[in-house]
């Protein structure tokens, strides 16, 4: 008997056509007249990253401290699908999608910089603190706000997310939804339509705005990048050639599903990072990297509920508002769509894999990261090498790291390797990413579907178009700043439905955590394979 193939799923109109027209609108208004794009999403950015600072410092650190009971506690002993369910993927598979998922460019574009920004007080970032510019205790200051910003409480906000979409489908048999997330607070409220549709539209809009922000700064750096390296002078024309490269790249990965494109896409870009951090530890000051890294690490700790708490009375607006809050703002706009993709590879782990997986490890490897190159970068600015405070102070937020990849022995190599390594990187999120917004707008979907492929196309191109127009046609300060305020904006428009979330998993997994242990269901929570698939 000839089995019939499954019909095809109906878009939700309800959350693709206000979520396509509001990006649709943001595109044509930003080519149309930019500066009226800026000035909307500069006052999003000062009203959200200001004065609601408390609010994200708080989220942050609630969302750290829910990841941190359900890893220490019983209750990461809860396996997702059940008893007898069996991960899908390796771990090195599924730690390389969600490392490389989840970065972006980040990592790449900020690892020399940012420390150098801080040490060098290139916008005011130390104007607050009690040692001058330059000094040894700038240099551990430096790395050590790096290590903050980029390690265990970002990755907290999409690990918690996650967390709560994986237990809620596969062990309460919840849709592979947001709002299923978080029917522990709402009950069943989060089946009507209306809220549903309300809920996928916020997180579309951030993850889009996010994802655009992400492009247009990537794009940004890697232009600069090639001109520095291979005179090819940066214009709206080479832009638009290196934003064509990388939404080729991405749509092409998503539209081959995800046991092949962004299997294997993000596999060839962990490679590549663990590539350049050998290569690095063998031709950079090791021992320096060692000493600086564990002093920073005390620092670090001994600064660390003052840092996590700080709504920019004591660092001030130029360390926390334009640093760590927007940092916060990035993190939780992608947390959602994270949060659905985390959850889609996550089928077999228990709770504490699961958060050993894509809270622990990223964070560990994000220190190694900033402590390999930042704390080389930090070390040629100290003894005179270079001056990548200058090169940033004239050039932008993001110059240094070329002009530290030229001090560098191999640099003809890794130059090229960087640049690699930004297009992947972006290509990476933006495919994991634009298959989830796919995913979100259609009906009956669950964490086994592959999103149609039309939709893939049609968000990726929207996401790159936007991303070219802000880049192409705005520019600051400190970088492209349109491109700032829209991924602020995007932020602002998730962090209510982020605290929904964490009380959501309070109430479900550490209020309610014996009934959570007592209910986890059998294997058939979930449907699809049960066997591992080596990568």
Not at 195 to 204: G, L, P
Not at 271 to 289: E, K, T
Not at 423 to 452: H, K, N, Q, V, Y
């Amino acid at each position: 008997m000839k089995m019939s193939k499954p019909a095809p799923k109906s878009i939700k109109l309800s959350v693709f056509i206000p979520t396509f027209l509001i990006v649709a609108v943001a595109a044509i208004i930003g080519l149309v007249d930019n500066e009226l794009l800026i000035d909307v999403t500069q006052d999003i950015f000062y009203l959200t990253l200001s004065d609601f600072a408390w609010l994200y410092q708080l989220v942050a650190v609630s969302a750290l401290a829910v990841v941190g009971y359900v890893f220490c506690s019983k209750v990461g002993n809860i396996r997702l699908g059940g008893p007898d369910a069996k991960p899908k993927f390796s771990l090195m598979s599924t730690f390389a999608m969600a490392l490389t998922g989840g970065i972006a460019t980040g990592v790449v574009t900020y690892a020399v910089n940012e420390p150098i920004i801080y040490m060098g007080n290139v916008y005011g970032e130390i104007d607050n603190q009690g040692f001058a510019p330059g000094s040894g205790e700038s240099a551990v200051f430096a790395l050590a706000r790096s290590f903050h910003n980029w390690s265990f409480i970002p990755y907290a906000m999409y690990a918690v997310v996650g967390m709560m979409i994986a237990y809620m489908h596969y062990n309460r048999r919840q849709r592979f939804s947001i709002s299923a997330a978080i029917s522990p607070i709402i009950g069943d409220h989060h089946r009507r339509p209306t809220v549903t549709a309300i809920i996928d539209i916020v997180s579309v809009l951030a993850i889009a705005l996010g994802l655009a922000s992400s492009l247009g700064a990537g794009v940004a750096l890697i232009g600069s990048g090639v001109q520095e390296e291979y005179g090819i002078s940066v214009g709206p024309t080479t832009w638009l050639v290196l934003v064509a490269i990388i939404t080729v790249i991405f749509i092409a990965s998503s539209v081959s599903g995800l046991k092949r494109g962004i299997r294997y896409l993000s596999s060839l870009n962990a490679y590549l990072y663990y590539g350049m951090l050998a290569l690095l530890l063998i031709i950079g000051p090791v021992v320096y990297m060692l000493n600086l890294s564990t002093t920073s690490i005390g620092y670090w700790l001994n600064n660390f509920f003052t840092w996590s708490f700080d709504t920019k009375e004591l660092g001030g607006e130029a360390l926390v508002t334009w640093w760590t809050m927007y940092d916060w703002s990035i993190w939780i706009a992608y947390a959602p769509l994270m949060g659905l993709f985390l959850a889609r590879i996550s089928y077999g782990r228990t709770l504490r894999e699961f958060l050993m997986i894509n809270w622990v490890l990223p964070a560990i490897f994000g220190i190694v990261w900033f402590t390999v190159w930042g704390g080389s970068a930090i070390k040629w600015q100290l003894d005179g090498t270079l001056d990548l405070a200058s090169i940033i102070d004239q050039d932008g937020a993001v110059a240094g790291l070329w002009g530290f990849l030229h001090q560098l022995p191999l640099a003809w190599l890794l130059v090229p390797a960087t640049i690699l390594a930004l297009i992947l990187s972006f290509a990476t999120a933006a495919d994991s990413m634009s298959a989830t917004i796919a995913t979100i707008c259609t009906r009956g979907m669950t964490a086994e579907d592959e999103s149609p492929t039309f939709q893939k196309i049609l968000w990726g191109v929207s996401i790159s178009v936007i991303a070219y127009v802000m880049v192409a046609f705005g520019g600051g300060e400190q970088g492209v700043d349109g491109i700032k305020y829209l991924a602020a904006a995007g932020g602002f428009f998730v962090v209510f439905l982020f605290v929904l979330v964490l009380a959501a998993s309070v109430k479900a997994l550490i209020y309610g955590r014996e009934s959570a242990i007592a209910t986890a269901l059998p294997e058939d929570a979930a449907s699809g394979s049960t066997t591992a698939i080596e990568g």
